[in-house]
């Protein structure tokens, strides 16, 4: 049975489980000595007790003796932090309303920005690297190579990559303007500022691309969101009806993301069969089917590397054990637990990521902390100056297609 509505890394939204989780939440904000919500528990038990003495006698210090600047929501936001990062867990936190607006948005496959992607070179500034057909950058005339030099007047000398992102892509700037100046080399080496005026839009992410390279269909999947599973159906429907001996599916440099997305991916390649056993602390053993109501009869090889990761480690692994893909690449990274996002918004806004389940392939094996052993291990650390041509693994993938 395909477990469709299923999300992991996903939103829970039942109103009776937010009730809960969010009176979970509170209670322990003001146990924490927070009293900014207006709520007062009689703390019950010695620990509990303590734990509450101690916050109180913090907030108490605080508000007779600390000299800087405060608000109530920086400290109850700094005091929820702190109590899920105490878990020691580096995948769970605590999201502001303004950081889980953004972790939704890229689990829903969409985003508000300005349409490029940027990367950071190694002397520390902010190129283009590619921009997005029909997106603000494009309609303005950014260009690839461009280098970013200020931000709505603000320097960006020295900031990292995620600073510049963050500058450019969040909900809040739907609609506005922003005025980028970048640094311009032209073929003859000139450079020359330009200055861009854009118009900040919602950018649908495209998280499936795929061309035909001789023989063999290529799809490269770059994130799992909420739309990547259709985008790749419609990649495979595409080639099936081509003359073409196979498909090479590379997920490298694939951090993961919606686990949902992955299993009904694999339910479109796969007969029927089992993907997956998810083992979590509230509900137990669930394992995840294939239905066979679609599936792939022709060779498959998959690209990954050590930047392959959770949802990628899910497509690839299960694809693996299950006989029906050959593996290149190397080693993969090893995140084989499952965090899922609840949101707090009928209580203090926000909301949770927390590890709530571990998963283990079709053969019983959990890949945590272990990672996913290619079929053939091929080194190749990619090159900015690199060509289609250059790249060992893929080239290796083309020859086992193109060998049947």
């Known amino acids: 049975m395909k477990e469709k509505k299923e999300k992991k890394e996903r939103i829970i939204t039942s109103d009776l489980v937010m ?72 995948y769970s936190a605590y999201y502001t309303q303004s950081e889980y607006d953004e972790v939704m948005s890229g689990i829903n496959g969409s985003y508000v920005g300005i349409g ?135 997920v490298r440099d694939n951090g993961g993301g919606s686990l949902e997305s992955a299993i009904n991916m694999l339910n479109r390649l796969l007969p029927k069969g089992d993907l997956i056993t998810e083992k979590s602390k509230k509900e137990g053993d669930k394992t995840y089917y294939s239905d066979d109501k679609e599936s792939y009869d022709k060779p498959i090889v998959v690209l990954i590397n050590g930047n392959s990761a959770s949802a990628s480690e899910v497509f690839s692994g299960t694809l693996k054990t299950r006989g029906a893909a050959t593996l290149i690449g190397t080693k993969s990274f090893g995140k084989g637990i499952v965090q899922t996002v609840f949101s707090l918004k009928n209580a203090c806004g926000g909301g949770i990521k927390l590890t709530t389940a571990k998963y283990y392939l079709p053969n019983g094996e959990c890949i945590h902390q272990k990672g996913i052993t290619p079929d053939e291990t091929i080194e190749y650390e990619k090159k900015d100056t690199d060509t289609e041509n250059d790249d060992t693994q893929l080239q290796r993938a083309l020859q086992i297609i193109e060998a049947e």
């Open 116 to 250: 490029v992607t940027l990367k950071q070179l190694d002397d520390g500034k902010i190129q283009v690297e590619k921009v997005s057909d029909d997106g603000p950058a494009k309609k303005a005339g950014m260009q690839v190579g461009d280098v970013f030099q200020t931000v709505n007047g603000t320097d960006i000398t020295g900031k990292s990559l995620s600073d510049v992102v963050a500058m450019v892509k969040t909900q809040n700037n739907e609609g506005k303007n922003i005025e980028i100046k970048v640094l311009r080399t032209d073929e003859d080496n000139k450079q020359e500022t330009v200055t861009l005026q854009l118009v900040c839009e919602k950018i649908n992410v495209v998280s499936v691309e795929d061309k035909q390279i001789g023989q063999t269909g290529y799809i490269k999947v770059t994130e799992f969101d909420n739309e990547t599973d259709d985008q790749f159906s419609k990649a495979v429907s595409k080639y099936e009806k081509e003359d073409i001996k196979g498909l090479v599916i590379d």
């Open 19 to 90: 009730g809960i989780l969010c009176g979970i939440v509170l209670t322990l904000l003001v146990l924490s000595g927070l009293r900014f919500f207006g709520i007062h528990i009689l703390p019950a038990g010695n620990a509990t007790t303590q734990a509450y003495n101690k916050t109180k006698y913090i907030e108490k210090c605080i508000d007779s003796y600390y000299q800087g600047d405060y608000t109530d929501e920086e400290l109850a936001n700094g005091a929820a932090k702190g109590m899920v990062a105490a878990l020691g867990d580096k």
